[in-house]
């Protein structure tokens, strides 16, 4: 009897791709969630397996654990997530998971993990016959989440806090609608942002770090910074802050992309300002753009920021070539 497998994940490319990585000789019976609120309504209790995001819409894996956990329901628990942060491997683990994957997955890691499990299978072939359509935002947002967990880590580890990442956000817009995309970024605090260029392989942008003025305190405190002036103090903290997480994402997107990104000098957009003012002089250059929005919070502190990517109409159909070399 076949083995029955539930994959949760938001994201087409990643059920895909764990899909893929099950060994082809194991014989399983997999179906997909879309979300934790879909997780918990199809778990069943002849599943064997749930291999689990963490960062979803509508429930994320934390609270469907919780909820397995209140259910009193029998189930290994693989999460499989780009939230690498020590923090959350050890918050999933108190919940109750079998064990903590990052993501990409690799193949090698999953098998050995289902052995030590004492599931056996003959090879190792590549499951070929899943058939998911994905689109280049899907892919967009799959990569993000994974470049932005990996600038998380390093940022809670320097902060010695966790970072709460949501689920970035992928859309292509018309050059006139950026103001919209970040109207919804900003609040009514004013803002400080600073901007660099990347380019490589055909793909062009431009990272557009967002750092809320109301979140200068506490994350001077957690970066135990020490300055002459308080400008000083707050021009080195937004340059510090913007070089770990712009630095971290876009290598983190190249190198998953195949390819390696030239960066331009970071330079400081505004400071103190609102988002009008900080694009007003950079945004007759786009026509149509990719953006990838993502979001940082810092949990039990007032931190927050926004890391922007915004891709060149030209660069869609360069991303869209590379996008096979990851499935």
């Not at 919804?184 to 392989?201: H, L, M, P, T, Y």
Request: aromatic residues 6%.
């Amino acid at each position: 009897m076949a083995t029955p497998i539930l994959i949760c994940d938001d994201s087409k490319l990643a059920r895909k791709q764990l899909a893929r990585a099950l060994p082809d000789s194991w014989d399983i019976d997999i179906s997909f969630a879309v979300n934790g609120l879909d997780c918990i309504e199809n778990l069943g209790v002849d599943v064997r397996f749930l291999f689990l995001d963490l960062n979803m819409p509508e429930m994320d894996g934390y609270e469907v654990l919780q909820w397995i956990q209140d259910q009193g329901i029998d189930i290994d628990v693989v999460v499989v997530s780009g939230d690498i942060q020590a923090e959350a491997q050890s918050r999933v683990m108190d919940l109750g998971a079998l064990a903590f994957i990052k993501k990409p997955v690799n193949m090698g890691e999953l098998i050995g993990l289902l052995r030590d499990e004492g599931i056996s299978f003959e090879g190792q072939s590549l499951r070929r016959e899943q058939s998911v359509e994905v689109n280049v935002q899907e892919y967009c947002q799959e990569i993000a989440n994974i470049a932005m967990g990996q600038a998380a880590s390093l940022l809670a580890q320097v902060l010695g806090a966790f970072v709460l990442m949501p689920v970035p956000k992928v859309n292509n817009i018309e050059g006139c609608e950026l103001h919209m995309v970040l109207a919804e970024v900003q609040n009514k605090d004013a803002v400080s942002a600073v901007c660099q260029g990347f380019i490589g392989s055909g793909i062009a942008g431009e990272a557009l770090m967002i750092f809320h003025d109301a979140s200068y305190d506490d994350m001077a405190k957690l970066m135990k910074y020490e300055a002459d002036s308080e400008a000083d103090h707050e021009l080195e903290l937004l340059m510090d802050l913007a070089n770990l997480l712009i630095g971290v994402c876009i290598k983190g997107i190249a190198d998953q992309l195949g390819t390696i990104f030239s960066q331009g000098h970071p330079v400081v957009l505004g400071r103190h300002t609102d988002i009008a003012s900080l694009i007003e002089r950079n945004t007759s250059k786009w026509s149509k753009i990719l953006t990838i929005e993502m979001s940082y919070a810092i949990e039990g502190y007032n931190i927050n920021c926004d890391l922007l990517l915004l891709f060149t109409e030209d660069s869609i159909q360069a991303i869209e070539t590379r996008m096979p070399i990851m499935v």
